[in-house]
């Protein structure tokens, strides 16, 4: 799989009296395609970067997914902040295509529960004025150290983790990803995979390189795919397969040299993408296996049905019910932000598992569809 390509630009990509302003243009041909771009917004609630509006209208310009990052400061109003966020987006964002990031690495003297605090009640803002929470952007030892991820929604993650840097007038390599995962963290969807990278378009001498953890495909998706253009189908799923042990290794490659990235527990029911030998991918989009031996896993019988649609949970959470009406039994819950997959549609409700009598309402103010 090709990791598509995308950067994340400040003030600092333009000269600091703002006579010379980064070269769009140039990122536009670049001969590897930027496909997604993240821009400053500001700092915390009394800073906006001056280059931001520039940038953001030349995003839109050349037709790449745009990204509205924002500093947070944990020991400020989460209230105060988002409102300045949002004051600087007024009347520029169209949250059915635009997405926010919160960047999460300034800790200061903060403990970790308020570090934590703040950083959901603006998950929850953010939720409520856009309809889908921001990424979180930051890197494993930060969050291992600063925020409980256990007590957070389910949120999409921008990870940095890069090489050192190469002495100038070198630039540093990527990494070649994927990036380390913060504990309770099972997969990312964005890795900073660089900050001494050569300036695409930009007055500075170096520039971050980003990599989505997919192709084109899937960043258009992610984005609502404002422009039409034409997609390849969804990745078919070959059968569905359960876990049959109390633990097994989820791998970033098909055999036991490559990295364990996770786990899946006794019972656990995946969808398999890919077969290679014993070893089965169960990621549509990512290079995530297990061994699939009959003494681990079990192949659940019968045809797997197409996926139709994708659809994201918008509220905090939701009632899965064993059929499709409230008069069904609560067999568990979808939390907020969490992406499913759906397989038939019956009277305004989404059966969500390929095997099981598993439903959720399918109303727009509970569920977007993707």
């Known amino acids: ?38 821009a400053r ?88 004025r856009t309809g889908r929470y921001p990424l979180i952007y930051s890197r494993a030892s930060w969050i291992n150290s600063y925020l409980d991820v256990s007590s957070l929604p389910a949120v999409d993650w921008w990870l940095a983790n890069y090489r050192k840097s190469a002495p100038p007038p070198f630039y540093t390599a990527e990494h070649p990803g994927p990036p380390i995962l913060p504990k309770g963290v099972s997969t990312y969807l964005i890795h900073q995979t660089g900050d001494h990278c050569r300036p695409i378009g930009g007055v500075s001498s170096t520039m971050d390189y980003n990599r989505w953890n997919g192709e084109k495909a899937d960043v258009v998706r992610y984005f609502g795919n404002q422009a039409g253009q034409p997609l390849p189908p969804a990745p078919t799923v070959l059968f569905m397969s359960k876990c049959i042990v109390p633990a097994l290794y989820k791998r970033e490659g098909p055999g036991t040299s490559y990295k364990v990235i996770g786990a899946l527990s006794l019972g656990d029911v995946v969808s398999v993408y890919e077969q290679k030998g014993d070893w089965l991918r ?46 069904h039994q609560v067999i568990g819950t979808l939390q907020g932000g969490q992406v499913v997959n759906v397989f038939q549609v019956q009277d305004g409700w989404f059966r969500v598992s390929a095997t099981h009598p598993v439903w959720v309402s399918g109303g727009s103010q509970y569920l977007r569809q993707l």
């Open 1 to 38: 799989m090709e990791r598509a390509f995308g950067l994340d630009i400040s003030k600092y990509q333009s000269s600091a009296d703002g006579t010379r302003k980064m070269d769009f243009n140039k990122v536009a041909a670049n001969k590897e395609e930027v496909t997604f771009i993240a």
């Open 41 to 128: 917004a500001g700092v915390s609630w009394g800073y906006q970067d001056p280059r931001f509006e520039y940038y953001w209208s030349e995003m839109a310009r050349i037709k790449v997914g745009r990204i509205a990052y924002f500093v947070l400061y944990f020991g400020e109003s989460a209230l105060a902040q988002m409102d300045a966020l949002f004051k600087i987006l007024e009347n520029k964002a169209d949250w059915n295509y635009d997405r926010l990031a919160l960047d999460a690495e300034v800790n200061g003297i903060n403990t970790r529960a308020r570090i934590t605090a703040t950083t959901l009640k603006s998950l929850d803002i953010c939720r409520a």
């Open 282 to 327: 169960i990621d549509a989009t990512a290079q995530v296996w297990c061994c699939g031996t009959s003494n681990y896993m079990q192949r659940v019988a019968g045809k797997t049905p197409a996926v139709l649609f994708k659809a994201q949970c918008i509220v905090s959470a939701q009632y899965l019910r064993s059929g499709p009406a409230k008069t």
